[in-house]
């Protein structure tokens, strides 16, 4: 399946953005998807992701700032990030989980200034 993310930027310190990511499969609706995001110099980390049944779950450091939704019928996941902080500038990444294959989409830098 192939990804393209998008609605990265820079913003200021408490500001907000969605992250969108649209997939190509046929699929989508039975697909786990997921947001990654890394740093220079450190893994790719979990930031968010949701199940077919909607079942969501949060890095710690997100909960109750960040929230990911789908549209099935868009075939597409969203990450909506309020309260942005300064250390939440990274590149995030759409990830899809299909069990034994799994893809990444390309991407999109979030820059958060203090």
């Known amino acids: 399946v192939q990804l393209q993310a998008s609605g990265g930027g820079l913003v200021q310190a408490g500001g907000s953005l969605r992250l969108s990511c649209a997939a190509s499969?046929?699929?989508?609706?039975?697909?786990?998807m997921g947001w990654y995001r890394q740093t220079p110099g450190k893994q790719r980390e979990l930031v968010a992701s949701?199940?077919?049944?909607?079942?969501?779950n949060y890095a710690d450091s997100v909960k109750g700032r960040f929230t990911i939704s789908r549209d099935d019928a868009k075939n597409t996941v969203y990450l909506q990030m309020n309260s942005l902080k300064p250390e939440d500038t990274a590149v995030y990444y759409c990830?899809?989980?299909?069990?034994?294959?799994?893809?990444w989409g390309k991407g999109t830098q979030v820059t958060v200034s203090s």
């Open positions: 990830h899809a989980d299909m069990g034994s294959i799994r893809s």
């Open positions: 949701i199940t077919s049944g909607a079942s969501r």
């Open positions: 499969s046929r699929m989508f609706s039975l697909i786990t």
